[in-house]
T-cell receptor
């Protein structure tokens, strides 16, 4: 049981490049989330998903896209990288049988992205 | 909207000292409250949580009590260890169900 895994761990992009951050969970959780963490700040929600085929915007969705074709995977796509997207990105998942998202979230180890 | 405010860090303590990290919140209704911990180079992990007023969450010697009258959820530990050095995040899940995080408080414990 690996929990939540993320790849890559580190990445440097040039302005305008694209990339996909991968996230996989093996706990059969219905909810999945993407956050970004900027230095000295808390986590900000980018996108989330309540189940396969369903995604919704969080607090800071601009410049990102997501998809959820399976329960396990929730990739985050950056289409045109900008320096403002330099951050640490965390994926998380939770099991919320009643439909709320107040249950414990389990986090991956993060991806440190630098855009130059 | 909902928000969480934590005391500014870093907090530097000697081993076996008493720890308090303050957390206050603003929310509509009756949120669930959480403390998450982030050890160096790792993702966040749940430390403790409380889902209703007057509940006390506890884990690994840490405690926090959900105080609705003061809208607070302060984290305490009676005797910290070097291994407690980490960043601590207070968070709430309100009526939207999404987690709202405070900015985090860095704790450094010196031997």
């Amino acid at each position: 049981n690996a929990g939540v895994t993320q790849t890559p761990k580190f990445r440097i992009l040039k302005i305008g490049q694209s990339m996909t951050l991968q996230c996989t969970q093996d706990m059969n959780h219905n909810y999945m989330y993407w956050y970004r963490q900027d230095p000295g700040m808390g986590l900000k929600l980018i996108y989330y998903s309540v189940g396969a085929g369903i995604t919704d915007k969080g607090e800071v969705p601009n410049g990102y896209n997501v998809s959820r074709s399976t329960t396990e995977d929730f990739p985050l796509r950056l289409e045109l990288a900008a320096p403002s997207q330099t951050s640490v990105y965390f994926c998380a998942s939770s099991y919320s049988p009643s439909g709320g998202a107040s249950d414990t979230q389990y986090f991956g180890p993060g991806t440190r992205l630098t855009v130059l | 909207g909902d928000s969480v405010t934590q005391m500014e860090g870093p907090v530097t303590l000697s081993e076996e000292a008493f720890l308090t990290i303050n957390c206050t919140y603003t929310a509509t209704g009756y949120p669930s409250l959480f403390w998450y911990v982030q050890y160096p180079g790792e993702g966040l992990q749940l430390l403790l949580k409380a889902t209703k007023a007057d509940d006390k969450g506890s884990n690994k010697g840490f405690e926090a009590t959900y105080r609705k009258e003061t809208t607070s959820f302060h984290l305490e530990k009676g005797s910290v260890q070097v291994s407690d050095s980490a960043v601590y995040f207070c968070a709430l899940a309100g009526y939207t169900g999404k987690l709202i995080f405070g900015q985090g408080t860095t704790l450094q414990v010196k031997p």
